[in-house]
C-alpha cells in the first residue's frame, strides 16, 4: 500500500521568504503526485501534479515541485511567499483510484 | 460552472444514530470518492464510484456504505455513529477521460456527541 510522509507539521516563515515543504511517499508502482491547498475557510485545491516527463512541474501561483525518484520524494517550493500562501499543504499519491494524502503542513506566512 | 457542491454544511448527530451526507459531482465528471479529514490529519480514503459501481473501499468499518445514483451524485451513509466519526467528510470527482484527477468540494462537518 502505498504512503505518504511530510516533514514538517507547521512552518512559519516572513513574506518573502522561501519555502521547500518535504515530501516522501512510499509505493511500488508508477506514481503520480500531487500538492493540494486548503486556505483558511475553503476546500481542498489542487497546486501542482506530476504524472510523467519533466521532473519539476509548476502549478499556480507561482508554487514548484520536484520529483526525483531515487529518493522516493516530491518536494514542494516558492522562491518568494506571501501573507495569502498561509494554508495547509497536502502532498498526495494516487494509485488504484485512491488517493492517499500525507499529514498536512501549515504554513503560516508573517506580514 | 458549478464545482462539486455537499450538502449539509454542518451536522451535529449523537452517538449510536445514522447519518446520510450527499454530493454531487462537477457536471460531466461520472466518478464520485468519498473521503474523511479528521482534525490535524489528511483526508482518507473511504470509497470511490464510477458509473454507479464501487471501485474501491478504503479501510473503514461496515457502518460505512455509500451509493451512487443515475445522476452521478452520491450519498455516503454512516451508522451506529462513534465519537471518533467526528470529521470533515469531503467527496471527489473525477473528470471523465482520467482516473487521477480528483476536485474536491468544501465538505460536510460532522460531530457525534
Known amino acids: 500500500a502505498q504512503s505518504v510522509s511530510q516533514h514538517n507539521h507547521h512552518v512559519i516563515l516572513s513574506e518573502a521568504a522561501s519555502l521547500e515543504l518535504g515530501c516522501n511517499y512510499s509505493?511500488?508502482?508508477?506514481?503520480?503526485l500531487f500538492w493540494y491547498v486548503q486556505y483558511p475557510g475553503q476546500h481542498l485545491q489542487l497546486l501542482l501534479k506530476y504524472f510523467s516527463g519533466d521532473p519539476l512541474v509548476k502549478g499556480i501561483k507561482g508554487f514548484e515541485a520536484e520529483f526525483i525518484k531515487s529518493k522516493f520524494s516530491f518536494n514542494l517550493r516558492k522562491p518568494s511567499v506571501q501573507w495569502s500562501d498561509t494554508a495547509e499543504y497536502f502532498c498526495?499519491?494516487?494509485?488504484?483510484?485512491?488517493?492517499?494524502f500525507g499529514a498536512g503542513t501549515t504554513v503560516t506566512v508573517r506580514a | 460552472d458549478a464545482g462539486v457542491t455537499q450538502s449539509p454544511t454542518h451536522l451535529i448527530k449523537t452517538r449510536g444514530q445514522q447519518v446520510t451526507l450527499r454530493c454531487s459531482p462537477i457536471s460531466g465528471h461520472k466518478s464520485v470518492s468519498w473521503y474523511q479529514q479528521v482534525l490535524g490529519q489528511g483526508p482518507q480514503f473511504i470509497f470511490q464510484y464510477y458509473e454507479k459501481e464501487e471501485r474501491g473501499r478504503g479501510n473503514f468499518p461496515d457502518r460505512f456504505s455509500a451509493r451512487q445514483f443515475p445522476n452521478y451524485s452520491s450519498e455516503l451513509n454512516v451508522n451506529a455513529l462513534l465519537l471518533g466519526d467526528s470529521a470533515l467528510y469531503l467527496c471527489a470527482s473525477t473528470p471523465p477521460g482520467t482516473w487521477n484527477e480528483q476536485y474536491f468540494g468544501p465538505g460536510t462537518r460532522l460531530t457525534v456527541t
Open positions: 509505493y511500488g508502482g508508477t506514481v503520480n
Open positions: 498526495a499519491v494516487i494509485a488504484d483510484y485512491k488517493l492517499s
